[in-house]
């Protein structure tokens, strides 16, 4: 037994080889699809290589790999599987799905060429085949250089445990793969009440990854919960995103979606007809009857939607049920996996942050003030707060709130920091719901006009409580989806210099929570950070300058897609303000709230076109040269370990960093920037003063397991630990009965044991030092970006991300 924690995540067996058959491409649609792939532009999105590749990994679990057609420049092989396939199903699979695309494509000359493409491929009747035997890992049990176990492995781990059910007492549960990991039988678990039964599904999910010093792959299980809807699906909802309709069909589950699209509904088209050629006999309901009523189809489950509201289930699983279930996957893949030779090792945390001091800081207003007038640089804060309607018990609270955080609700307040003057005003036509007869773009900037022709420019640092409705008096959502103005609202108010931030009315759920955490995040966006206490160690303190690196990824506009750009953004030290560089929108620094306003005006025809970015890989080695310059006091450079990130700046990979040079164990000699380009880096000295830290937050890092206690019960942990030269940083649970519930043995969703109950875990995130100077102290400074996490005062718990990297992250979620 262990007494630490133990990362729910194995390592692979060496020498594992598969016996399979590999289906080719025919070379004719190879060849002829490089003239038509140049011509497609942005059209490919279209393609419909990815929904075929879902369709067979559910229609066939034999299937280990499944090639995109797109990538067979590289490789002709399309299909590798334990056992032969139907080859027709498959080429008329194929072909159905490139005739429904032709129809998506909107250049009529690309339309022609694609059209022509698909009437002229080859006629074939079956596939090239090739019997062959495949590694997968080496003799040392890391991956084989083919890198084909990324995906193979998983799948054929899929195969295997579909044979191997799980018992449990005198109950035994089957698990199916489906496109996506593999779903236990949907009509097997459920919760009981006295008049009726709710339904739902553990859906495991194995994935391959590294860690960052040795390489090491690793493979994880994750686990969740399904829930099967039991009542009339609300697709009111403003959101249009999918929802997904399993059938269970000859111990298989075939996903469909039902799509929302102007308020139509429909299946999707591609997997709709791939459905009916493969499933004849077997027809899916009516759209509508489904809708209506989702648990009277006999073999058919939709699958619940948080936007739908409550039910019955609770979400997540508990820790008794990753105990049984890596249990089980223990003892059934043992051929496969081994767990690893090691738990994590425990850490202090060295100067650990206290969440009730930033607590007590939030609540002293005259330290409040003090901190606003030094993060924003200004000596007044206007506070507008707007609505629609008759709002009087929510402005009452807005009132009450912003006196406890700010001295005053109302009016005027006069510190030795700050002024600040509060107002309220009713604009039942500038929130009202947008014109949705428009175009998106236009309905958008009719908004926006009618804000700018309203709202005078503000004459300092304003920001505003926007008040909106959420429910009307049927209890559905206010605005419809294209009539919601809140995007709009947000880029009007940007061009008239004022910041916004929204609360709900109308909503039942903990009205003073919504309105508390509405200003508490309203004092992020100003850019406020607790003041922290100074902590010294031998090499780093709290006073030593922070900063975080985070690219933002494309970002969709009524005028057009962003492009990727780097965002920078660094606290001073001794208490200093947050400042923002972004090289695509402005020269320099900003203040927080100026980079907040900033990227808030994206989403405008001006602001739009201010967007200019730059080569994000030269935007990222321009500042760490910058930074290496400086040598006079120490520098912590975070970066989050993303797709995004990785694939700007592929030397932080896994792969790169375990391979490098090293004078030490976390000492480089040279980082580079480019790949190719490997001799033009960066060189340290022995002078440099930059530290680098990489953060894993995504699901790349493994979940976890605590230790039992003497009664049974699982303990809760929290702090640094380390693995393989690898730190893991674990924050506090919450004070939220859902992280409690969790450590109990008798709350189980495979148990059906109080499977009504919420269930959540505290993060776990992945901490590297990619560069140390040879004399730091590796623990200290982990211990301040562990520490990082703690220092939101807007939350009750944990940050995922160190506080900056979130701070970096929140600001492109202003754009649209």
Request: proline content about 5%; hydrophobic content about 35%; charged content about 25%.
């Amino acid at each position: 037994m262990f007494d630490t924690l133990k990362l729910q995540a194995y390592t692979l067996q060496p020498n594992i080889e598969l016996e399979v058959y590999c289906y080719q491409y025919p070379q004719q649609w190879i060849e002829s699809f490089q003239t038509v792939n140049l011509l497609l532009g942005k059209d490919k999105r279209h393609l419909p290589f990815k929904k075929i590749k879902e369709f067979l990994y559910s229609w066939d679990p034999n299937i280990l790999f499944v090639n995109d057609f797109t990538n067979t420049y590289r490789q002709n092989t399309w299909i590798l599987s334990r056992k032969p396939i139907d080859e027709s199903t498959v080429i008329a699979i194929f072909k159905m799905c490139l005739q429904i695309t032709i129809d998506l494509i909107k250049n009529p000359y690309t339309k022609e060429a694609f059209e022509n493409w698909i009437n002229n491929l080859d006629e074939i009747i079956e596939l090239k085949l090739i019997m062959k035997r495949i590694p997968l890992t080496t003799n040392e049990g890391t991956i084989h250089e083919n890198n084909l176990a990324f995906e193979v492995l998983p799948r054929f781990i899929y195969q295997q445990l579909e044979s191997k059910p799980l018992v449990l007492g005198d109950q035994t549960l089957s698990f199916i793969p489906t496109h996506n990991g593999m779903l236990s039988e949907p009509n097997l678990l459920c919760y009981s009440t006295k008049n009726s039964k709710y339904y739902y599904s553990i859906r495991l999910i194995a994935n391959i990854q590294t860690t960052p010093h040795q390489c090491t792959p690793m493979i994880q299980f994750k686990f969740s919960i399904t829930r099967w809807m039991n009542y009339k699906l609300p697709l009111y909802s403003r959101n249009e995103s999918n929802t997904s309709v399993y059938a269970h069909l000859d111990n298989r589950l075939v996903k469909i979606e039902i799509v929302k699209k102007n308020n139509q509904l429909f299946w999707e088209p591609s997997e709709h007809e791939m459905y009916n050629a493969v499933y004849i006999g077997q027809p899916l309901p009516a759209i509508n009857e489904l809708v209506n009523r989702p648990n009277s189809f006999n073999n058919f489950y939709v699958s619940h939607r948080l936007e739908f509201g409550n039910i019955a289930v609770g979400a997540g699983e508990s820790m008794h049920d990753r105990y049984i279930l890596n249990d089980w996957i223990t003892s059934e893949l043992d051929e496969l996996i081994k767990p690893f030779a090691s738990v994590l090792k425990s850490k202090s945390v060295i100067g650990q942050n206290s969440k009730k001091r930033i607590k007590d800081n939030l609540e002293n207003i005259e330290k409040v003030h003090e901190v606003l007038a030094k993060v924003t640089g200004q000596k007044q804060l206007f506070i507008e707060v707007l609505y629609i309607g008759e709002q009087e018990e929510l402005i009452n609270l807005v009132k009450q709130n912003l006196e406890m955080v700010l001295g005053v609700g109302e009016g005027e307040f006069t510190s030795e920091h700050i002024k600040i003057s509060i107002s309220y005003s009713r604009q039942n036509e500038l929130l009202s719901s947008l014109d949705e007869t428009k175009k998106e773009k236009d309905r958008h900037e009719e908004r926006i006009q009618q804000i700018q022709q309203t709202i005078h420019k503000s004459t300092g640092l304003t920001a505003c409580l926007v008040l909106l409705p959420f429910i009307n008096e049927e209890g559905h959502s206010y605005y419809k989806e294209k009539e919601d103005p809140k995007k709009a609202i947000r880029a009007g108010l940007a061009t008239t210099g004022r910041l916004s931030q929204f609360i709900d009315s109308m909503n039942p759920k903990s009205p003073e929570y919504r309105v508390k955490v509405a200003i508490h995040d309203l004092l992020r966006q100003l850019g406020y950070i607790d003041p922290f206490e100074t902590n010294k160690f031998e090499t780093v303190n709290y006073d030593t300058t922070i900063s975080a690196l985070h690219i933002v990824n494309f970002k969709r506009t009524p005028y057009g897609n962003t492009k990727r750009a780097v965002v920078y953004i660094v606290r001073k030290a001794n208490q200093g303000p947050v400042l923002v560089e972004c090289p695509a929108l402005w020269n320099g620094q900003k203040y927080y709230w100026e980079a907040s306003l900033a990227f808030q005006e994206i989403a405008t025809v001006e602001g739009f076109k201010k967007f200019n970015p730059e080569r994000v890989i030269g935007d990222i080695k321009n500042k760490i040269y910058e930074l290496s310059y400086k040598k006079d006091q120490p520098h912590l450079l975070l970066l989050f370990s993303d797709g995004v990130t990785r694939k700007e700046w592929p030397f932080i990979t896994d792969k790169n960093l375990s391979s490098i040079n090293k004078e030490e164990l976390y000492t480089l000699k040279s980082i580079w920037f480019e790949k190719g380009k490997e001799n033009e880096g960066l060189t340290f000295t022995d002078e440099n003063q930059l530290r680098l830290v990489r953060v894993r937050v995504n699901d790349e890092v493994p979940d976890y397991l605590t230790p039992k206690k003497e009664n049974g019960e699982y303990q809760s942990k929290k702090g640094l630990f380390s693995l393989n030269e690898v730190f893991y940083s674990l924050g506090e649970k919450p004070l939220d009965a859902h992280y409690a519930n969790t450590l109990y043995s008798n709350n189980s969703k495979l148990l059906m044991q109080n499977a009504n109950k919420p269930l959540k875990f505290s993060n776990i995130v992945e901490l590297y030092p990619i560069h140390l100077n040879k004399e730091d102290n590796p623990e200290e400074w982990i211990s301040l970006t562990h520490n990082y996490r703690v220092f939101a005062h807007q939350y009750k718990g944990t940050l995922k991300a160190p506080l900056l990297l979130h701070m970096a992250k929140q600001l492109e979620e202003y754009i649209y």
